[in-house]
C-alpha cells in the first residue's frame, strides 16, 4: 500500500486531496501547521502530523514521524493581492518562505529515501498564474514560478534514479490562501494610485468566468502521482486548462 505526505491539509486543495488518496486506499500523512482532527478525522490509513514547512526542525520532526513515504504533494502555499510598488520586501520574503522554501526544503527532505528506493514522486502545486498573466500578483507569480523552473530542471535530474517530479497548476477558487488568508495581507497593498484599476481587476474574481473545485486539483494531484508518461505540467480546473491550451 502506497502512502502520500501531503502539506497544508487543514483546508482547500490539500485538504480535498488527502480525502481524495484516503478514498483510493492509500496511506495519507496529511500535514498542517496545526493539527485539526475535526477537519480529516484520523484512521488506520490517515495520520495527521505537525508540520509548518517553514521550520527546518518540524520538517525533520514530520518526515521522521511518517516512514517511508512514495509521494510528496508541496501543496501549503499563502496568498497575496496587491499592488507591487506598495508590497514590503518583508512581506515578499514571507511568501516565498512558505511557496518557493518551503518547497525546496520539503523536497530535499525526502529525496535521499526516494533515490536510495529508486521510486517516489514529488508533486509541486503552483498556480494558473504561471501559464498567462494577472496584475497584482507579481510576488506570488514570483513565488511560483520559481518552482516551474525548479521542478522542470529537477525532473530531468531525477529521472536518472526513476524518481519523479511533476507540476500541478490549478485555476481559481475561493479558498481561504485568496480570501480571508488573502485578504488579511492585502490590507495597505493598494493604494489610492491604484484603488480604480484594482477593483476593476478584483470585481473580474468576484464572478469569474470558470472557477476550478477542490476536486479537479485532488484529481489532477492523483494522476500526476501516478503518472507513467513522463507529463510534467497537470493543469487543473477548467479555466487552468484553458489557458495551458490557448499558451
Ligand atoms: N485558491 C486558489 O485560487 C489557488 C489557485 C492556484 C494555486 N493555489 C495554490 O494551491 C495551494 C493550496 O491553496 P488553497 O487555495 O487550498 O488555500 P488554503 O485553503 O489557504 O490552504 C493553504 C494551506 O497551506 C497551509 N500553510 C500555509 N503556510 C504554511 C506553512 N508555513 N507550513 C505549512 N502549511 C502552511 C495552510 O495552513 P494554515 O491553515 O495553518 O494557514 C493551509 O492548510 C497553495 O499552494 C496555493 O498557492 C491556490
Not at 167 to 193: D, H, K
Not at 222 to 232: E, F, K, S
Amino acid at each position: 500500500m502506497k502512502t502520500v505526505l501531503i502539506t497544508g491539509c487543514s483546508s482547500g486543495y490539500g485538504l480535498e486531496t488527502a480525502r481524495h488518496f484516503h478514498s483510493h486506499g492509500w496511506n495519507v500523512v496529511a500535514t498542517m501547521r496545526t493539527p485539526r482532527e475535526d477537519v480529516l478525522p484520523q484512521s488506520e490509513r490517515l495520520r495527521v502530523v505537525p508540520l509548518d514547512v517553514t521550520r527546518p526542525a518540524s520538517i525533520a520532526a514530520a518526515i521522521e514521524a511518517s516512514g517511508p513515504i512514495d509521494v510528496l504533494v508541496n501543496n501549503a502555499g499563502v496568498g497575496a493581492i496587491g499592488a507591487f510598488e506598495s508590497t514590503p520586501i518583508a512581506m515578499a520574503r514571507e511568501l516565498f518562505e512558505t511557496n518557493t522554501f518551503g518547497v525546496m526544503a520539503m523536497t530535499q527532505a525526502v529525496l535521499p529515501q526516494f533515490r536510495e528506493r529508486r521510486a517516489g514522486v514529488v508533486v509541486n502545486v503552483t498556480s494558473s498564474v504561471t501559464l498567462a498573466r494577472m496584475p497584482l500578483v507579481a510576488v506570488y507569480t514570483a513565488s511560483k514560478a520559481a518552482i516551474e523552473g525548479f521542478t522542470a530542471s529537477l525532473a530531468l535530474e531525477l529521472e536518472e534514479f526513476d524518481v519523479g517530479a511533476k507540476l500541478v497548476e490549478p485555476g481559481y477558487c475561493p479558498t481561504t490562501a485568496f480570501t480571508s488568508n488573502g485578504q488579511s495581507r492585502m490590507e495597505g497593498l493598494i493604494p489610492e494610485g491604484y484603488a480604480s484599476f484594482a477593483q476593476r481587476v478584483l470585481g473580474d474574481f468576484e464572478q469569474p468566468a470558470a472557477v476550478t473545485r477542490v476536486s479537479d486539483v485532488a484529481e489532477a494531484v492523483w494522476r500526476a502521482a501516478n503518472d507513467a508518461t513522463g507529463q510534467l505540467r497537470f493543469p487543473a480546473g477548467p479555466d487552468a486548462v484553458a489557458l495551458a491550451q490557448s499558451r
